[in-house]
């Protein structure tokens, strides 16, 4: 199988997608009990400057899980934030899409590539822990996008999809 994307970026597939809903508890049995999708991982941030400034909001307070929808992941988050700094006034936190990930073999490599291609980051890549790096940014008309790179053997690595040999 041939892989997609460009060889500078080291693209290996669009990780997941993320989505912004009221209420978590909702989601949990709308995605996991009536779809069956798998949890992958729940997390709680925020309010912190590294949050404040990933995520383009200010004080804001996060819960999100990952869930395996068979040959995707998909981020659910739950915001406590009225606040934006949004160029386009739409705050991340804004029921619906907030951004996709990118799944890349060298996070700094990808990072300068897509800056030098206009990228606009909010940050520098951060390392989260467990082998994690991520970075947020916006595409040339202001939708976010997230670089990442997992460690090997991670529990939410594109490995781990249904069907996925990388």
């Given at each position: 199988m041939t892989k997609p994307g460009n060889l500078k970026l080291g693209l290996r597939g669009i990780h997941h997608l993320a989505i912004s809903v009221?209420?978590?508890?909702v989601a949990k049995k709308?995605?996991?009990e009536t779809l069956g999708f798998t949890l992958a991982d729940e997390i709680s941030?925020?309010?912190d400057q590294q949050s404040d400034q990933v995520l383009g909001l200010k004080d804001a307070r996060c819960s999100s899980?990952?869930?395996n929808a068979g040959n995707i992941f998909l981020e659910i988050f739950e915001f406590d934030s009225t606040a934006t700094l949004r160029q386009d006034d739409r705050p991340l936190s804004?029921?619906?899409y907030t951004?996709?990930?990118?799944?890349?073999?060298?996070?700094q490599q990808a990072f300068d590539y897509l800056e030098e291609a206009g990228v606009n980051w909010h940050h520098n890549p951060v390392d989260t822990g467990d082998g994690y790096w991520m970075a947020y940014g916006r595409d040339p008309f202001g939708n976010v996008i997230e670089i990442q790179q997992l460690a090997d053997g991670s529990a939410y690595s594109l490995n781990q999809l249904n069907g996925v040999i990388l």
């Open positions: 009221p209420s978590l508890v709308f995605y996991l941030f925020g309010p899980i990952l869930v804004e029921y619906g951004h996709f990930a990118l799944d890349v073999e060298n996070i």
